[in-house]
């Protein structure tokens, strides 16, 4: 039930600072806008602003995915993130309208792992504080090694006002690394 999103690579610095706090932000020489200033160090901005946007047009029921380069450190790594709101099914005749929660998109994440030929070594550690994620609704994605490859839980209700949200949001963010060892079978050939 996700649609794609191709969001811009350029985001406003103030939203930027309070998404990725402690990552230094890439700034533009010479913006195309106020609000287009730095580069992005996370695909949930323009995540977040498609979200709000759609909201803003009576879609309680929003599921949204990018797939995208940041800009950290000098590196441009390539992440998958989404974002999620409102119920599991869409309303019908014959589904329920059950609202989605933190293990709905854990769900999610962890089928989006089933790709990687590791998908066992990855695990989810809960986490009490993440500026972004709300407590007790949070948690780091690591390889069993320790290696951090994301995060998931819901957004922090602070962000919630700051992009003009409605209900519950639910994010996700990965390297796409630790997916690209995905197994996926070729046809056969004759």
Same mark, same amino acid.
């Given at each position: ?37 730095v580069m ?17 047009r009576q ?8 797939? !995208?380069?940041?800009?950290?450190? !000098? ?10 709101? !409102?119920?599991?099914?869409?309303? !019908?005749?014959?589904s329920g ?94």
């Amino acid at each position: 039930g996700y649609q794609e999103a191709i969001t811009y690579s350029f985001v406003a610095e103030t939203i930027q600072k309070r998404l990725c706090p402690d990552v230094l932000s890439v700034p533009l020489t010479n913006p195309i806008a106020a609000d287009m200033a730095v580069m992005r160090t996370s695909l949930w901005t323009g995540l977040l602003n498609v979200l709000a946007y759609n909201q803003h047009r009576q879609q309680s029921r929003v599921r949204l995915f990018e797939i !995208g380069r940041v800009f950290v450190g !000098g590196q441009e790594p390539v992440h998958v993130a989404a974002v999620c709101t !409102g119920t599991t099914l869409p309303v !019908g005749w014959t589904s329920g309208t059950r609202a989605l929660d933190f293990f709905d998109i854990k769900g999610d994440v962890e089928s989006l792992l089933s790709f990687s030929k590791l998908d066992s070594q990855f695990r989810f550690i809960p986490v009490d504080y993440h500026g972004v994620l709300q407590a007790g609704q949070a948690a780091k994605i690591e390889t069993a090694t320790g290696d951090p490859v994301g995060w998931l839980g819901a957004l922090h209700p602070s962000l919630i006002d700051l992009f003009d949200l409605k209900g519950t949001v639910y994010v996700f963010e990965l390297e796409w690394q630790a997916l690209s060892r995905a197994d996926v079978r070729q046809p056969r050939t004759s």
